[in-house]
């Protein structure tokens, strides 16, 4: 196999120095660069990324608060400096776990796709089972085993967020309306052979709540204004309820072929297997339950997915989902929203176009009586009205269409395109 172009690897990062030496030791021999965009640490984390990463490159940010728009913009503008490169900007609380870095950024180049969605498993700490202490002189991502995928559950708090990582090969990540998790480039979901750690209550202990709690203090206005970024701002207590709702979600995950497959050595999935009886699921990229049941899919996973890659979805599990949501009385939104894409994009036996045309004037009508009229629901209204589009209904499209400028004038007056602004859905 060819050998594949560089890579680089950008982080912003303030006062990390708790995670950061197990973040750079795990990344710094898989990208050939690094550059690290230091908003004024204090705690010696510059000293640590001088350490164990000195070919590194150290920036200054240009802004004191942390903005999330300013901040893609800021990323994007460094992506451009670099030419002929893979991609990919993480936070420290995000792992690349991937067997052999080379030979897999080789193969996403004979797959030939701009960028690519990496699959994220969202670590969460037990809270029935006493954790182990932590050696820090081991991998953390060998330490640490329970969480959920993105497909079974929403994050709490963050209900129209998907936490994809993008790693891509063009001029800059063209990061748009939900932040750096989603790209305007032609985008394959969920390569095989890879995937995201992302650390949201993991390890759960005092030094990283408190890396948590210093954030707060960091937002911007602007971020305060439209009330984003909620959950840097969550106190102690917000934090130990958050967890208490996101340890309710979590398993241990090497259970699951998806991160056996990239975590696990033969022996442990063996041991595994051997000792739970768990059944590692026969298709890659589908989410079973044990007991044998449909695919658990999250309703804005399955949307975000058939927008940005359709053959993402593998059908069969699709059409047991949407004819379950049919039979019932829906009261979410972005289900029913999901349920009408599903209908148009695959033609579903059994469902028709009058079927998902009911389902879009009910969302339609949800959104009136609940007066969802925040930037954040601006991607729906913008949905609903593509829909709309395709069932030939332009008046009623051109309403949810112009109501959608309206809360985010920034994004949806403007063609879709490369040259949208950054924005994401909490803002």
């Not at 739970?276 to 449909?294: K, L």
């Not at 809360?407 to 909490?426: D, G, I, M, N, T």
Request: one cysteine or more.
């Amino acid at each position: 196999m060819a050998t594949p172009r560089p890579s680089v690897l950008i982080a912003h990062v303030y006062n990390e120095a708790y995670l950061l030496p197990w973040w750079i030791r795990h990344h710094v021999g898989m990208f050939d660069e690094g550059v690290i965009i230091d908003y004024a640490s204090t705690d010696g984390s510059m000293d640590i990324v001088r350490k164990l990463a000195p070919h590194w490159k150290i920036m200054s940010s240009q802004h004191q608060a942390f903005d999330a728009m300013l901040c893609d913009q800021e990323v994007m503008a460094i992506e451009r400096t670099y030419d002929n490169r893979w991609k990919m900007v993480l936070n420290v609380t995000e792992f690349l776990c991937v067997r052999d870095m080379k030979s897999w950024l080789a193969s996403l180049e004979q797959h030939g796709w701009e960028a690519y969605g990496i699959r994220t498993a969202i670590m969460v700490d037990a809270i029935s089972a006493e954790s182990p202490d932590l050696d820090p002189d081991q991998p953390l991502v060998s330490q640490r085993h329970h969480g959920y995928f993105e497909e079974q559950h929403l994050i709490e708090l963050q209900p129209f967020f998907s936490r994809c990582r993008i790693i891509h090969r063009m001029e800059d990540g063209a990061y748009c309306m939900f932040g750096r998790h989603v790209s305007t480039h032609r985008t394959y979901i969920h390569p095989a052979g890879a995937l995201l750690k992302f650390c949201l209550y993991s390890p759960m202990n005092a030094a990283f709540l408190n890396r948590k709690l210093q954030i707060g203090d960091r937002v911007s206005a602007q971020d305060l204004k439209h009330n984003s970024n909620i959950h840097h701002r969550l106190d102690l207590n917000g934090h130990q309820r958050r967890y208490s709702a996101e340890a309710r979600k979590s398993s241990n995950l090497m259970h699951y072929r998806e991160y056996a497959d990239v975590m696990g050595d033969w022996r442990e999935r063996s041991l595994a297997r051997t000792l739970t009886g768990a059944r590692y699921p026969a298709a890659p990229g589908v989410m079973w339950h044990e007991s044998g049941d449909a695919p658990s899919y999250s309703t804005m996973t399955l949307l975000q997915a058939i927008l940005q890659q359709p053959s993402y979805i593998f059908k069969i599990g699709l059409e047991h989902w949407a004819r379950t949501q049919l039979d019932r009385d829906i009261t979410d939104l972005p289900a029913a929203v999901t349920l009408a894409f599903a209908v148009l994009m695959y033609q579903l036996p059994h469902l028709s176009s009058q079927a998902s045309l009911s389902r879009v004037r009910e969302a339609y009508a949800r959104l009136h009586r609940t007066a969802l009229a925040h930037p954040r629901h601006a991607p729906l209204w913008w949905m609903l009205a593509l829909l709309l589009d395709q069932l030939d209904q332009p008046e009623d499209a051109q309403a949810m269409r112009a109501l959608a400028v309206q809360l985010c004038p920034e994004v949806f007056s403007q063609k879709p395109s490369h040259e949208l602004v950054y924005w994401e859905a909490s803002n």
